[in-house]
């Protein structure tokens, strides 16, 4: 769980940066859509996993 929560953290950090980066440059637009990312992104389970999150392709 730690794992998932710094994961998030770090995530977060650099649409932070990208958001003030933004405004420095007075690209608004693009302001509101990393703000729009930052607030209604969700991450999902990866793709071809099944329930418990184990790959469903054999190694």
């Known amino acids: 769980m730690?794992?998932?929560a710094n994961?998030?953290?770090i995530f977060v950090k650099r649409l932070q940066m990208r958001i003030a980066?933004?405004?420095k440059e007075k690209r608004y637009?693009?302001?509101k859509a990393l703000?729009?990312?930052l607030t209604k992104k969700k991450r999902k389970r990866p793709r071809?996993?099944?329930?418990?999150?184990q790959s469903v392709?054999?190694?």
């Open 35 to 37: 703000q729009w990312l």
């Open 21 to 23: 980066k933004a405004v």
């Open 2 to 4: 730690q794992e998932k």
């Open 48 to 53: 071809h996993t099944n329930s418990s999150g």
């Open 29 to 31: 637009g693009r302001v």
């Open 57 to 59: 392709y054999q190694s």
């Open 7 to 9: 994961a998030i953290r």
